[in-house]
C-alpha cells in the first residue's frame, strides 16, 4: 500500500515536499514514479527515480522546480516541489513501478503497477 501526504494550499512562488511512504511492500527494488492530474484532464507523468536512486526523469513542466528523491531506510520517495505555478494544481499519485529503472525521456503509466490514494495540491493566491 502507498500512502501519499504532504498536499495542500499553497501561494504561487510557495514549496511543499509531498512523502509516499509504503507498508506491505519494500520499495527498494523498484522505481517509482510521481503523477497528476488536474481537474478536466489527462493524468500526467511528473517524475521518476529508479530503484537506486541515480537516475531520475522529469517532465518538461517541472524540470528545475521539482526534486525527486527516495530514502530506503524509512521505506518513503519524497517529492520537493519549489516555486510552484497556478498550472500545478492537481491530485498527486505515487506508483511503484513494475521495474527497477526509469523509461528513458517519458514516464508511461502504463510501467507501473501499483497506485497511492494521492493527495490534493493547490497552488493559488
Known amino acids: 500500500q502507498l500512502v501519499e501526504s504532504g498536499g495542500g494550499l499553497v501561494q504561487p512562488g510557495g514549496s511543499l515536499r509531498l512523502s509516499c511512504a509504503a507498508s506491505?511492500?519494500?520499495?527498494?527494488?523498484?522505481?517509482l514514479g510521481w503523477f497528476r492530474q488536474a481537474p478536466g484532464k489527462e493524468r500526467e507523468g511528473v517524475s521518476c527515480?529508479?530503484?537506486?536512486?541515480?537516475?531520475?526523469v522529469y517532465a518538461d513542466s517541472v524540470k528545475g522546480r521539482f526534486t525527486v528523491s527516495r530514502d530506503s531506510a524509512v521505506n518513503t520517495v519524497y517529492l520537493q516541489m519549489n516555486s510552484l505555478k497556478s498550472e500545478d494544481t492537481a491530485i498527486y499519485y505515487c506508483?511503484?513501478?513494475?521495474?527497477?529503472?526509469?523509461?528513458?525521456?517519458?514516464?508511461?503509466?502504463?510501467?507501473?503497477?501499483?497506485w497511492g490514494q494521492g493527495t490534493q495540491v493547490t497552488v493559488s493566491s
Open positions: 527515480i529508479s530503484e537506486s536512486g541515480g537516475t531520475t
Open positions: 506491505g511492500v519494500t520499495l527498494a527494488p523498484y522505481a
Open positions: 506508483a511503484l513501478s513494475a521495474f527497477a529503472g526509469c523509461s528513458v525521456d517519458s514516464i508511461p503509466a502504463s510501467d507501473f503497477r501499483s
